[in-house]
């Protein structure tokens, strides 16, 4: 049985009119969550600022972006490290990439569970004669295992999620793979997109303090498009091939040669700190986004270890309520051997028909998505239980 729900919804509702959240049923939480009212001051924030300080601009913007890399550290429990921002995943994962040694460490192990930002691009290194090792994502509780069996001493990096983004399965034990990677001398990437707010995860209760994590607000931190991270260990001195002038801006003022080193040095220099894997001129308004909903979760207490009381009650609801529906397992059933606890923030039901049925909820004004056979319910903290109860109970007329 799970806990009660310690969110009042239908009082926090009132502060996301801009998304109609107490009109439709948003079940997109594993997407994208609804962005708060303040978010939309926020934008109009950015503009005003540029207008009014014009190049001194980046000098505000950058108080915003302090603010959202020190809540990333806070919400990983990481006292170590240093977290660079950048506008995607995809963005910060291949200046990792292009990091590492991969001309004498030529293999990458990662999962067939992977999301596309990450499974795209290593399926194209494959093709430049990368050995990329795919190992099956499930059952997600002996995932660590099959990874760490695959780490030998050509392996330049691991690369896995920690919530699986199909199935919202947790995988447990990284802590382990980062101790097998630190034998042979490779990396350890972790993606905590769908764990960020709803799953918790202690770089220090973890043993992670060496590893990378990334991640970003576009799901379950309600921010938007545009505030992705990478944090990455103190300690760290690679030097991505990737790299933005920003990179070096904290040492613009020093005499330069024409390949952008500094007079007397050999190599490109880098700034320590975030910098190091940082690109160039970017659009901040995301950073007003991102600081204008942290400080609407302080204002209104959601801390992570609310919503991750809300998610799961919500996640039980959903599950005591199809189980109640008793669908055709033939057209719908959900993976019943996982207990709740092991899961993230959303609920997959497995469907030959998922396509028809998203559409058809739609229709309806249940919004939902899918991932081939894999229909994905998100409830997030705004969503009364009433809400909930009646989007199953579309479900069940529409399946029948």
Known sequence: MTRPNPIDASALAVHYTRFRVSE??????????????????????????????????????EVKAERFRTAVAALLDDRNGFVALGRSTHELVTRLLSALPLATHPRLVTTDGEFHSIRRQLDRLSEERIEVVKVAALPAATLAERLISEVDDRTAAV??????????????????????????GAELLVDAYHSTNVAPLSLTEEGLDGAFVVGGGYKYMQMGEGNCWLRFPRDCRLRPVL????????????????????????????????????????????????????????????????????????????????????????????????????????????????????????????????????????????????????AVSILGEVVS
Not at 295 to 320: K, M, P, W, Y
């Open 24 to 61: 439709r049923l948003l079940l997109t939480g594993h997407s994208h969550q609804a962005w708060p009212d303040v978010s939309f001051e926020a934008q109009q924030g950015a503009w005003l600022d540029a207008a009014r300080h014009v190049d001194r601009k980046w000098e505000v913007a």
């Open 243 to 390: 790299t933005g002038w920003f990179s070096e801006f904290a040492t613009m003022t020093e005499d330069k040669t024409a390949n952008g080193r500094a007079k007397g040095e050999s190599l490109v220099a880098y700034a320590d700190g975030p910098p190091r894997f940082a690109g160039a001129t970017y659009d901040p308004t995301s950073h007003y986004r991102a600081a204008a909903v942290l400080d609407f979760f302080a204002e209104q207490n959601l801390t992570q270890d609310r919503l991750r009381v809300c998610s799961q009650h919500q996640i039980g609801l959903l599950v005591s309520e199809i189980d109640a529906l008793d669908l055709d397992p033939a057209v719908v059933t959900r993976d019943r051997s996982v207990p709740l606890e092991s899961l993230g923030g959303f609920l997959a039901l497995t469907s030959p028909e998922a396509p028809r049925i998203k559409d058809a909820l739609a229709e309806r004004g249940v919004h939902v998505d899918h991932r081939g056979h894999v229909l994905r319910l998100g409830p997030a903290p705004y969503l009364t239980d009433e809400q909930l109860r009646e």
């Open 159 to 184: 690369l896995v999620s920690r919530v699986l983004f199909q199935n919202a399965h947790i995988v447990p034990d990284l802590g382990g793979v980062l101790e097998a990677c630190g034998r042979v």
